[in-house]
């Protein structure tokens, strides 16, 4: 019996779903300058989408013209079905969070909440009763007559997101949500940030240029770069199915080695590595050309470090020194030389504790590296 896919999780697998966003051959110029580059994505409803990408790729440009606030230079965007080109911001279903968060300073908290329901004419009692689910959901209630400059940079947060939330947005639109926060506020209110959008059912669009935060939050990530996607992705796909050497660096850490695929057989390939001498047996289904060059990708975790060689050393082993060793408490990286000039990077969980106090594995050793013929991707471009 084949699988059930279940849609719901992920509609963008569903042929007969509808995507609530559809962006087409959208293109932005400043000048002859060219910040988004003729792209195209599709967001369903209820997910939560990162644009993940480095500093000035077009990240925020892009959430712009999403929100009304930046015309596309061409190319067009649908709403729900509807064609945002003559739509102004005010007039569509989404709701834009700031990457500064752009409270006003000299209102209080509660105020900052209410302001978009004011601005819209809504009822006192209604704006009273809003504003109060609101405080509550995103747990300001005790801070609700302080100022923004009385709150910390997690609390402002958290009135920007209200704020946002308030007018009952069908997508919010976050640029850098949570780049203000140090690492352990961050990590918990990407959980926050995950729980409420699955409350309220919205559609987030959560621009970032942390990849691991990407990788927490999203349904899908688009990874960015130049005004282009380079792909677009699970987080396991885009991390253990990249796209090409970019995205492979770009989204956690790879060793990457390039080599000429000497081998192209039906249920596997052999890449021949020069520089170190490696030869990849690789089992997952693929086929490229013999004589073509490649890369090959091994993320760090996957590398199995022992000072005894494995079984079998004419395919997906190296030997090499420790030339460092990281210890991170939860795991060490080593970074083992090969030759004179590679180093490779493996990461290796510490399931037990040393009894003498010494590392299994010190420093100037002498190691193996071995992978499963599963583990390394091989990349075309
Ligand atoms: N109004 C503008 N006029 C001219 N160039 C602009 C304008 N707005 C953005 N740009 C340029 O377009 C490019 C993309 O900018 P954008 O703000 O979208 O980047 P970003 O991916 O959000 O970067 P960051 O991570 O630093 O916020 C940048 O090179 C930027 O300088
Ligand atoms: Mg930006």
Known sequence: MSQQIDYNDRPWLDPDAEPFIKVQSVSKHFGDFTAVDSVDLEIYKGELFCLLGGSGCGKTTLLRMLAGFETPSSGSILIDGINMTDVPPYE?????????????PHMTVENNVAYGLKRDGVAKMEIAQRVEEMLAMVELTQFRKRKPHQLSGGQRQRVALARALIKQPKMLLLDEPLAALDKRLREQTQYELMNLQEKLGVTFVVVTHDQEEAMTLSTRIAVMDVGRFQQIGTPTEIYEFPNSRLVANFIGNANMFEGRVSENGTDHVVVES????????????????????????VRPEKIKISKQPPGETSTNSIKGMVGDIGYLGGTSTYRVLIGDQRIVEITSPNLNRPKDGNPPI?????????????????LTK
């Not at 279903?93 to 006003?104: D, G, I, K, R, T």
């Open 362 to 378: 010190d420093w100037d050793e002498e190691v193996y590296l071995s992978w499963e013929p599963s583990s390394p991707v091989v």
């Open 274 to 297: 020069k520089d170190p001498a490696c030869n990849f047996y690789i089992d997952h289904g693929m086929s490229i050309q013999e004589g073509s060059k490649v890369w090959v990708a």
């Open 92 to 104: 569509r279903p989404v709701n834009m969070m700031f990457q500064s968060y752009a409270l006003f």
